[in-house]
């Protein structure tokens, strides 16, 4: 199926940011749904012991992503990590509940934050959760670009496939939008608003998810935006299976080779 680079709503500046935060809080309640933990885990682990980092910096943390569920598992391996949540929208408000249940481990940078111009104050391995989809090739590149550029790993992982049952399961989203919107957390007026008086909620999410499911890269399209950015970083790409899911998740990482001997 061919990429298609299309617009998702929550991406234009001019978006109401309630209605943007609600459509990242049903991202965020989907990626505790989907619990997909072992399988970043099974990756993320290894690379933080290539490289040594106990800080990683979250770009596009949207919702909060799926850290509530994920950094406990990481934790089993590395107790003292740290986590810092960092968009170009910040959620600050979904991010705050996250950092009240981990309050040693997760940090808010309340500044906006472009994935391809990352402040070098925000030093740390680098992951993107259900983000990278965002980009057209050029920019998704310039983001790992920047990463090498300051010498910091980056691992981009996507719970989601470019195929067509993949597009049908996203039929379903809004019917679910409706049935769970009041199980989410934080609660929030606005969202119970956006959801059962003006529907934009529901809306977003099965168009977002459309355009998201049709702008996934390919295991093989994500090693191609590696190629020549740097001789001396590991890169990675492929997939990795969830359990009770039809959907295996698509990954990309990278880190500098050099690192352990630098460090020696």
């Known amino acids: 199926m061919r990429r298609y680079q299309l617009v998702e709503l929550e991406d234009l500046p001019w978006f109401p ?18 619990r997909p933990w072992q399988a970043i885990a099974s990756k993320l682990v290894p690379a933080l012991a290539a490289t040594g980092d106990r800080r990683l910096v979250d770009l596009g943390a949207g919702g909060g992503g799926p850290w509530r569920g994920l950094l406990p598992v990481l934790q089993q391996a590395y107790p003292d990590l740290q986590v810092t949540l960092t968009d170009r929208y910040p959620n600050l408000a979904a991010w705050q509940t996250i950092q009240q249940d981990f309050p040693p481990a997760v940090h808010t940078w309340p500044d906006s934050v472009a994935a391809a111009a990352v402040p ?7 992951t993107v959760f259900a983000a990278l989809h965002h980009f057209p090739p050029s920019e998704a590149r310039a983001i790992l670009a920047d990463a090498v550029r300051q010498r910091q790993g980056i691992a981009a992982f996507e ?20 049935l769970l919107t009041p199980f989410m957390r934080p609660f929030r007026w606005s969202r119970l608003f956006w959801t059962y008086v003006i529907p934009a909620g529901p809306f977003i999410v099965l168009w977002d998810g459309l355009v998201s499911t049709l702008r996934m890269y390919t295991p093989a399209e994500l090693r191609d935006l590696t190629v020549g950015l740097a001789d001396d970083y590991v890169w990675d790409s492929g997939e990795v299976p969830i359990p009770y899911s039809p959907i295996p998740m698509t990954y990309l990482m990278g880190y500098p080779a050099s690192i352990r001997q630098e460090d020696a």
């Not at 070098?120 to 680098?126: H, K, S």
């Not at 719970?159 to 409706?178: E, N």
């Open 17 to 34: 940011r309630s209605i943007r935060d609600a459509g990242t809080d049903y991202l965020q309640f989907a990626w505790q749904a989907v």
């Open 120 to 126: 070098p104050t925000l030093a740390g391995f680098r």
């Open 159 to 178: 719970a989601g496939q470019r195929r067509p049952l993949a597009l049908l399961a996203i039929l379903f989203a809004p019917t679910l939008a409706y």
